[in-house]
């Protein structure tokens, strides 16, 4: 079985993560720059001496296809190399994937990752 691993983490962190994660069986990964707000409920800037709430934070998305066997180690890696021990460090969560099919060589399943 596929199990499709997805984290939103704090842009500074990427780079930690993919070199973590390059460690373990992971054959790729994809990255998107995105906006949200979880329990910190955005922040205050200033600006040129006027102050702003900004609702939505910077945050990157990173997804993987992993082996089911992979899972749970690929998201210990990704939580470790992720943690900054300070609020807006994000979530992982876990779906599984009902079907992945290799474009290029229509492999399926667990051979097409």
Request: net charge negative; hydrophobic share 40%; charged share 30%.
């Amino acid at each position: 079985m596929v199990r499709l691993v997805t984290a939103v983490i704090k842009p500074h962190r990427l780079e930690a993560v993919v070199d973590a994660l390059q460690d373990t069986n992971v054959q790729g990964l994809t990255a998107s720059e995105v906006r949200g707000f979880g329990r910190q409920g955005g922040h205050t800037e200033t600006y040129r001496g006027t102050e702003y709430h900004v609702d939505f934070i910077p945050k990157v998305r990173v997804e993987i296809l992993v082996d089911d066997a992979d899972t749970e180690r690929v998201v210990d890696c990704l939580v470790e190399a992720a943690r900054t021990e300070k609020i807006g460090d994000g979530k992982v969560w876990v779906t599984e994937v009902e079907s992945v099919t290799r474009i290029r060589t229509g492999e399926r399943g667990v051979d097409a990752l």
